[in-house]
Structures are given as structure tokens and as C-alpha cells.
């Protein structure tokens, strides 16, 4: 078994070494020193140390919250710096390179490749060479590093030599154990493999951030990625991803001598791996397992795009090593894109209840991969021009046309989109697309914003009508009426659509006085008899009384989905303190926007989604109109008779008893309010060691401290 050096250090008192309360107090301190580097470099464009000196520090950060997971705290995981712009993430270089596949698409591509293997290991003909063989996951791959069997980071693949840190992340997956399982783990294994989301996921997370007017993906690897790279972890702990490992990295002690021996250890160690993998011994049986996963394909809950063929033997994989970027010993049989061609007939805009307008394009009908095809989706304007951003798939430089012939492709299996386009069959008084620049429902201009984080302009472009534009009025009804806001029976969307028209349906308050002021024309309506006009009004009345969580979700926020919403009502308990808050956010109260930030769930987009909403007169008017007619029930009542109920509390410095998460909940159960960051109003804070400007804060407000034994014996 290969032996292969481990990087030493000499320098620093090795993480396992450390005790408790050094890890606390070297926690603390790295803490704050990495957020200072951050904020020279983020901030002030003034760094002053390398990136490898940073990337040690954070290395060093993550390993010792790998030891000592209790340390972890969301604060800690992101690292926020004061309103910091979104930080990148770190680099981390990859102990061994991550390189790619070469690719097969014929059968002789398949022939060629195990020729060449016999001749370069000198192999007779009659010599058997097994292979694994396995699906080619269509995600994102990942390093994992595990020292002493502890996760230390995870790094994405980047360009091969160097990834983005995305370890904060990654520890939400549930197929990632946070410490691998058995004995005689090596002291460094670093293990590879695919992130991915499966179709089904993919779909519902897409329906949920249409309904929450947040971005829409173009595929499940789209949508992995993006839920990957979010700076705030809990926002990647939301969103189902999946790990199959299937590789290596850097091993201090190989624990099998073949790939697939290897692949059963990642399954000891806890990981999952893929169930359709499978030994086979020759050219014929790699390109029958290829046709077989190939009709298995569509059925799969995952996308593939292929299937990997290795040999399996780890010396021959050794021996026949790499050319350039690609290993001799694998390679990549793809299978065929689901492709057709056919023309653009027009393009249609279709205004959704955030203003969004997006462009759909209308093909000629044409079957691609067995499924009839006459939409496209054209994701945005920059898309139609041809300067699309990250990770789309069109031909860079190709604007689309009406009336040109286009290249589609069933992306992901999912959503069929425009690759390409036909220059040479582009008729001649074919003109560049003119995104419309006023909302084609309702007249109003459309703008695209820029980012306030990034200062990017938006990709997508958004009538300003609010209210008045009908598609955002009608979208939002839908919104509000659907199951899981107001979920009011006999008001679906083609009722919606109808009362809207009639002018009966203008907002959701309408829909509480529909009953006082429709009854008699509603009744003249066809399809309405007595019967079911009762019913629809016992619905409405149903609905008068209704939990808070189902209020927020219906006001139909951007970005705040059901989960959000659950988190604002918990936080804020009623719906007086949830909009008292709401309105000082959009006035910018520091103090206020702590406090939300400091809920479960919430960050930066949250509240940036809340003050632009708060900030609109027009739903100022419309939201006070509404909880007129309707009585809001408290979230979860608090519970009164303990000693902290309607307390205001601070957790603060590395905590010895009991975890950040913890304390929160126990402190919330209890009925206190737990806030980020020490005011005036602040009741406690509980400090554990390392605490820092909290406890200054707290001592200028003469705030009560208490250390966490004096906690506990309040509460108990
Ligand atoms: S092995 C040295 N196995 O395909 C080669 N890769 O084109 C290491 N992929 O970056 C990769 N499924 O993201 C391997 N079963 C599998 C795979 C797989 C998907 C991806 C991976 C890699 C890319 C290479």
C-alpha cells in the first residue's frame, strides 16, 4: 500500500493536541483576525497578508470547528464583517490536481481506448482488464478533506489546481459525514465525488423561488451550483442536495488497491455511493452497460450525462497516469444531447408577480428525445442578446431572432432551451430582438435594477406597476390564495382570473368584503348556484382567523417562501412586532436589521426583499386594508411563567455548556427573544469566554451579563 507525505507543521500546536478551552480561545482569535484580514481586503482593498497566509488561517479555523463542532456557530461559519459586501469565498488549493475525463462518443472511441491501455500496460489480448463502470453524474464535483477523520474543508473543483472553500456549505449535506466512520482511518483522505440535486427537487425548488419571486434555474446542476455557492449556509441547508463519492485525492495510506474496493470503503466510512456502478470485464460489456444506464436514463431521479469507464486496478491506473489534464486509465462515454432543429416563431413576455418579465420562446413544434416541443424558455434579455451569463448554455456571441432556425436541447431533461442558432439559415430582414422596455400587461416602465451588493446590473428586467400592472395583481392573488398562504377552497386561478376581470378582485382585501359587495352578481354568474357561492363565502370566513406564518407568505414578499416566512413569524411572534420591525428595516434601523438578521434563515436578501417591499407606499395601504378585515393569530404563544418570557437576550463569546443553536432554542421555548446584537433593550447577555465587543456594548448599556452557569440557573 502506497505511503504518501502529509504536510507537517511545525509552527503551531497540532488541532488535536489542543484542549477545549485553548481550541475556544484560538477559535476566538482566528475569528477575529480572519475578519479583520476580510474586511482590509474586502472593504478597504488594503489586504496584509498573502492569500496562501489567509487560507492557512482559515484552514486552520475549519479544522479546529471540525474538532470541536460546539465552537460552530452561524456567525462563525460565514464570518460576517459589519454590512460587508458578499464575500467571496476563499481559495484552496487542491492537495492533487482535479482533472477531467476524456470523452467517448462512439463505440470505437471505446474500442480505441482499451487498445490503448493494452498496448501502454504491454497487455496480451487474452489478459483480462475489469473496469469499474459508472454513471456520470451531472453536478458539481467536490474535495472533501478529512484529517484524522475529521471534515476539514471542501473545496469545489475550480480550474482543477485551485477551489472555492465551500465548507461552511458542504456540512449541510446529509450524505456528507462530519467524521468518517471505522477504524484505521488514514490521517489524510481526502474524498471526491458529485453534489447534485435530483429532478424532483429541482422542480420543487424551482416552483418555490418562482413563488417567492427569487431566481429560477435551467437544470438541476444549475440549481446544485447555485445552492452550493450561497454565503449564508442555512440558505444551502434549505435546499436537498445529494454526494455520490466516486474518487480520491491525497491519501496518507491507501485502505484498498482497486477502484471498486475503494468505492466500498467510502461506504463504510459512510458515504453513499452510486448503486448503478458495476465491474465488467470487456469492451463489449462496457458499451452493453452504456446502452443499458442509456435506457435507464430518463427514469433516473439524477441527471447523467453518460457513464465513466476505470480501470480498476490502482497500480495499472498508476502506471498508465495522465496525458495533459485527462487520465489514461478513464474516460467519459457520453451519451447523445437530445437535440433538435427548428424555427423561432416568436417571443413571447410573460409578466410574473414580482414584475419579473420573462421571455418564452415559440418554436415551431418539433418532438426532441420523444416529447413534443413548442416553448423555450429564453431566460432573460442579455440571454436573447447573446451575452448570457454564467453557465448557460447558448453558443457565446449568438443573438436570437425571430424566425431563425435554432438548435434546442432538452437541458437536464427538464427544460427545453435554445443552443445554438443557424447563422446561414438567418433569414435577411431578420432584426435583433428589442426587449420591451415597458410592461407589456400594463404599460408601466420596465427597468433592471442594479444589484446593491454586487453593483451588477440585474439580469432580469421588472415592470414598476405594482399593484396596478394586472399580471402582478392577478400572480399575487394566485399567491394569496393557494394552499400553504391563505389556502381558500373555490378561489383557485381561474376564479382569480375572473373576479379580477370583473373588477371585483383588485387585492386581497377585496377578497374579505367580495361576499358584501359581489353576492348578488356573483349568483348571476354561470357555473354559480346558491350551493357554491355558500361554500366560496364559508371559505372566505374560515380564513379571517389565520397564523401568522401564512399572513407573511401571502403578502408575497420577494425571496420570502414558506420557510422564511415561518422564521420572520416565530421571530417576531405577532403580527404588531413582525410590522413594526418590517417598517423600521425599510427605514434602515440598524438596530432593526440586526435583529432580523440574527433569525434563523434570514440574511441579506431577506431584508434587502423586506425593505423594498415596506418601502412601497401602494403595499403599505394594501396590507393595512387587509389585516383590517382579518384577525392574525400570534405565532407559537411564548410561554409566560418562566423567569426570561418576553426577555430580550444576547449569546455572545464561545459558549461551553451548550451549543449557539442550543441556547437559542431553549431561550425561544421559553418565550425569550433571542437578538445578534446588544442595544439598550437587551435584557441579558450570556457571555462565554473570548466574548468581545458585545460584552463592551452590554456594560455601556448596562445591560445585566451573565455567565452561563447564572443562565442556567435562571431558566432552570
Ligand atoms: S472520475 C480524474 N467519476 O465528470 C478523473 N467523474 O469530466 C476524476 N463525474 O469533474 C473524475 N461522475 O465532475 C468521475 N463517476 C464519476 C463521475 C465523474 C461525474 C464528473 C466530475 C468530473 C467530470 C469529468
Known sequence: ????????????????????????????????????????????????????????????????????????????????????????????????????????????????????????????????????AEPKIDGLSMSLRYENGELVTAATRGDGQEGEDVTANIRTLKDVPHKLKGRNIPQVTEVRGEVYMTKADFLKLNERQKEAGAQIFANPRNSAAGSLRQKDPSITASRPLGFFAYAWGEISDMPADTQSGMIKWFEHCGFKTNPLTKLVRSVEELIAFHRKIGEQRASLDYDIDGVVYKVDRIDWQERLGFVSRTPRWAIAHKFPAEQATTTLIGIDIQVGRTGALTPVGKLEPVGVGGVIVQNVTLHNEDYIKGIGGDGEPLREGRDIRIGDTVIIQRAGDVIPQVVDVVLDKRPKNAKPYKFPTECPVCGSEAVREHDAETGRLDAVRRCTGGFICKA???????????????????????????????????????????????????????????????????????????????????????????????????????????????????????????DMDALDQIGDTVIEAVTDYFKEKRNLAAVERLVKQIKVLDAEKPKTDSKVAGKTVVFTGSLEKFTRDEAKATAERLGAKVSGSVSKKTDYVVAGPGAGSKLAEAQKHGVTVLSEDEWLALIS
Open 472 to 594: 402582478q395583481a392577478v400572480e399575487h392573488l394566485k399567491l394569496f390564495a393557494s394552499r400553504r398562504a391563505f389556502d381558500i377552497d373555490g378561489l383557485g386561478e381561474k376564479q382569480i382570473e375572473l373576479f379580477h376581470e370583473k373588477g371585483w378582485l383588485k387585492e386581497p382585501a377585496d377578497i374579505f368584503s367580495l361576499e358584501r359587495k359581489h353576492r348578488k352578481e356573483l349568483l348571476e354568474e354561470e357555473g354559480y348556484g346558491e350551493t357554491s357561492v355558500r361554500n366560496l363565502f364559508a371559505a372566505i370566513d374560515a380564513r379571517r382567523e389565520i397564523a401568522l406564518d401564512r399572513v407573511i407568505y401571502a403578502l408575497g414578499i420577494r425571496h420570502v417562501g414558506e420557510t422564511t416566512a415561518l422564521s420572520l413569524a416565530r421571530g417576531y411572534g405577532s403580527w404588531q412586532s413582525f410590522h413594526d420591525a418590517a417598517l423600521k428595516v425599510a427605514k434602515g434601523d440598524a438596530e432593526a436589521i440586526a
Open 1 to 132: 500500500m502506497a505511503k504518501k507525505s502529509t504536510q507537517v507543521r511545525t509552527d503551531k500546536t497540532p488541532i488535536e493536541l489542543l484542549t477545549r478551552k485553548q481550541a475556544a480561545a484560538e477559535h476566538a482569535r482566528l475569528g477575529q483576525e480572519i475578519a479583520g484580514h476580510d474586511k482590509r481586503y474586502y472593504q478597504l482593498d488594503a489586504p496584509t497578508v498573502s492569500d496562501a497566509e489567509y487560507d492557512e488561517l482559515r484552514k486552520r479555523y475549519n479544522a479546529i470547528e471540525a474538532r470541536f463542532p460546539e465552537l460552530r456557530t452561524l456567525e462563525s461559519l460565514s464570518l460576517k464583517v459589519g454590512a460587508a459586501p458578499a464575500r467571496g469565498f476563499a481559495k484552496i488549493k487542491h492537495a492533487v490536481p482535479m482533472l477531467s475525463l476524456d470523452n467517448a462518443f462512439a463505440e470505437e472511441d471505446v474500442v480505441d481506448f482499451v487498445g490503448r491501455i493494452r498496448r501502454f500496460l504491454r497487455l496480451s489480448e487474452e489478459e483480462p482488464i475489469a473496469f469499474s
